[in-house]
């Protein structure tokens, strides 16, 4: 069994929708029943990925120069003017197949079918090869008194991380750290701690140890070159975390506003909650053999998978796309 552990760091607030809902939030995030800590759940992920993937393939595959897209688009537009002249009935029914099997060529292209499954209208044909798991909340940005910010974590959220690692493969031999109530673990080199203390938007928590070094290199393994969190990184106890999580969100008021009147709609104001910037998620994705489209074994797909997101890096997740949310950088570890 392959396995990726893909790391999600978000560049822009992210707004994973979990529908509307009668509270004070109208669009809340998702979040875990039981903990309450944000999520994106693996079927949105999936669908994230799945469609950057079909762009992908579409414009990175070429035949004779020219890319896979072109190619089915020019047979299309070709199609199409046959079907205006004057033809045999018979030839009519070729060509209305052929014309389906490039639409469904645009919807899922090869090596997508493969991997992620056939479209939803053909999905009884076969499973795809791999399982995503949803995004777990590994670093949530928090204010800081001195550093502008910290990435806050917790032991709960490290035994976590460390056990999907062990499900993915990968070395998790990292101890998961103790804190004590109103205490914090910074680095040696913190830049968010100050006398002693470090101070997250008005909570003061004394420093009582020093954060393993081990640490640190697991959380390289899913956060995306450039990134240092080092002299950021404060654990801090589950309860304080929790808190931070559910109460040190983003809340944004937005308006429709009537174009006749220039004025707000009845009813055109609602507020949405997003993850803020420079939070840091991490899945897991099982890669097992294709059941179909163009790919033959699982190492195939793995290392499809591996190059797709090192080569796109970015990709953009949940809603409000349109006013420059949802980006993140991809990292598979």
């Known amino acids: 069994m392959k396995s990726l552990v893909l790391g999600l760091y978000a560049v822009t607030p992210l707004h994973p929708g979990s529908g509307s809902e009668i509270s004070v939030i109208d669009l809340p995030i998702q979040r875990e029943r039981h903990t309450g800590f944000p999520v994106i759940w693996g079927q949105s992920l999936k669908g994230v990925l799945r469609s950057a993937f079909g762009d992908y393939e579409l414009e990175s595959r070429e035949e004779s120069g020219q890319k896979l897209r072109e190619i089915i688009k020019a047979e299309l537009l070709e199609i199409e003017k046959k079907l205006k002249s004057d033809i045999p009935e018979e030839e009519v029914k070729e060509l209305i197949t052929r014309k389906t099997e490039l639409e469904n060529l645009l919807l899922s292209p090869p090596m997508t079918t493969a991997i992620f499954g056939p479209p939803t209208n053909r999905a009884s044909e076969h499973a795809g090869a791999i399982a995503v798991g949803d995004a777990k909340i590994l670093l949530f940005p928090v204010r800081s008194a001195n550093g502008v910010f910290a990435y806050v974590t917790s032991p709960m959220v490290l035994e976590r991380f460390k056990r999907d690692l062990q499900l993915a493969g990968r070395n998790a031999d990292f101890e998961v750290p ?35 070094e081990k640490v640190i290199d697991a959380i390289k393994l899913v956060l995306p070159e450039g990134i240092d969190v080092s002299r950021r990184i404060v654990i801090v106890d589950d309860d304080v975390f929790s808190t931070f999580v559910r109460l040190s969100t983003e809340i944004v008021a937005r308006v429709a506003i009537d174009a006749s009147k220039g004025t707000v709609k009845q009813g055109g104001l609602w507020y949405e909650e997003f993850l803020p910037s420079d939070t840091l998620l991490y899945s897991v994705i099982i890669v097992g053999n294709p059941r179909g489209g163009a790919l033959k074994s699982e190492e195939e797909v793995e290392e499809t998978l591996r190059g797709f997101i090192t080569d796109t890096r970015y990709l953009q997740v949940g809603g409000d ?5 949802g980006f993140v950088l991809a990292k598979p570890g």
């Open 178 to 212: 103790a804190v004590g109530k109103g205490k914090a673990l910074v680095t040696g080199n913190s830049d968010v701690e100050n006398n002693g203390r470090v101070i997250l938007e008005e909570l003061v928590l004394d420093v009582e140890d020093r954060v393993d």
């Open 321 to 325: 796309e349109t006013v420059g949310k």
